[in-house]
């Protein structure tokens, strides 16, 4: 009986010499491989873009832009839904330009994008979340929903005018749409108060947050 | 699981020794015999020493924009076997995944500038080989699509020497002191 260390190899002494020396060469080989000009690169780090409003292209803003109305006695009493102005003034998309919100001082331009290495890097889709809080408040204990404020959508000549589409704000975490992975989606918001009650009079404020995360 | 090792006989030593010389001597002596040869640039080296690709924008114009790095390369190529013979001399670079690699470069003028992707050769330099060695300085844009297989990469540029005429060297090269 053969160990594995004793087993003779069916293969001649020449043949087991020339498979010695061919990994010998093989490894002047690697050396000789060596001379040349190398450089090691790191991918792209994963990242998510966007904007509500007033944006700047891969970039940071400050501003946060708000959407209003003020109602006379007459709309309070008629109960009627309302349009809500802007003070955004960004009509051109980031993406390519096209004027995608013709009519900024009532539209909102939302532009988003989700970019990665290949996947392995993070996973296929992005998610856009709006946050609203509970209310609105006029700083005297007074109220409104914040689920009486929604929006349409519009994208003039986009095939798809409603890649984040048309809701209302609920008091909480809302999900808006996912955004696959290396693609840019936007669309132009349009806001409408619902005026379904008569209010204390007041200013009433609120923020929402728009987010794009990828775990 | 069994486990196969083979031991060499002296006598078997003696004819590896002999097989290894045997093929040393057909590698040092192949590269006089056909193009191209393979040429030594290591003292070529990268500014910074490594990079981490940025992403491009995206427009409707390449929507599929990808990434890119920009790194300066001082090129030092040792032409010393070579000196007073004509040829072309390529920059290579190796395939090293399935994702492609671009390079584009500018140079000073000594090499030429030029683009290649990954698992391609470009030309960079073309006519007499001055002397001992070649020095440039190349402003290379790398870009590729983000599909890549790992997160990072090692790119081996080499350079490559197809010689006109009798394909062999004019003289040994002189020793490095």
Not at chain 1, 23 to 38: F, K
Not at chain 2, 36 to 45: G, Q, T, V, Y
Request: aromatic share 6%; with cysteine; hydrophobic share 40%.
């Amino acid at each position: 009986m053969n160990t594995p260390l004793q087993r003779p190899s069916k293969q001649p002494p020449d043949l087991r010499a020339w498979r010695a020396a061919a990994l010998a060469l093989v490894c002047l080989a690697q050396v000789a491989s060596a001379q040349a000009w190398t450089l090691s690169i790191a991918a792209a780090s994963r990242r998510v873009f966007l904007h509500v409003g007033n944006g700047t292209t891969d970039g940071n803003s400050a501003t946060v832009n708000t959407v209003s109305t003020t109602l006379t006695g007459a709309q309070l009493i008629g109960g009627n839904p309302l349009a809500m102005s802007s003070n955004s003034s960004q009509s051109a998309s980031l993406y390519d330009g096209y004027n995608t919100c013709p009519d900024p001082s009532s539209q909102m331009l939302i532009g988003a994008s989700y970019r990665r290495n290949n996947g392995n890097d993070g996973p296929a889709r992005a998610t856009l979340r709006v946050t609203s809080p509970a209310n609105l408040e006029n700083g005297n204990g007074d109220t409104i929903p914040f689920s009486q404020i929604s929006w349409t959508v519009s994208a003039p000549g986009s095939p798809r005018p409603n890649v984040i589409p048309a809701g209302a704000f609920n008091g909480g975490s809302l999900t808006l749409t996912s955004v696959r992975a290396n693609t840019y989606i936007e669309n132009c918001h349009s806001y409408v108060y619902a005026n379904e009650a008569v209010r204390a009079a007041g200013a009433y404020n609120g923020q929402v947050t728009y987010t794009l995360s990828s775990p | 699981m069994r486990r196969r090792l083979f031991l060499l006989s002296p006598a078997s030593c003696k004819a590896a020794f002999a097989a290894a010389a045997s093929l040393l001597l057909l590698m040092v002596a192949s590269p006089a015999l056909a193009n191209p040869h393979r040429l030594d640039d290591s003292l070529s080296h990268t500014v910074p020493a490594s990079a981490q690709m940025a992403w491009r924008p995206q427009t409707s114009a390449d929507p599929n924009a990808g990434v890119e790095a920009w790194v300066r390369v001082n090129i030092r190529i040792d032409t010393a076997k070579w000196a007073g013979r004509t040829g072309n001399i390529y920059m290579v670079l190796p395939r090293d995944q399935s994702s492609s690699m671009e390079a584009e470069w500018t140079t000073n003028g000594t090499l030429r500038a030029g683009r290649l992707v990954s698992g391609e050769r470009a030309l960079v330099y073309t006519g007499r080989i001055p002397g001992n060695t070649l020095q440039d300085q190349m402003q290379v844009r790398l870009r590729s699509a983000p599909d890549w297989q790992s997160t990072t990469r090692r790119l081996n540029f080499y350079f490559e020497l197809d010689v006109d005429g009798i394909d062999a060297p004019t003289a040994e090269p002189s020793p490095t002191r």
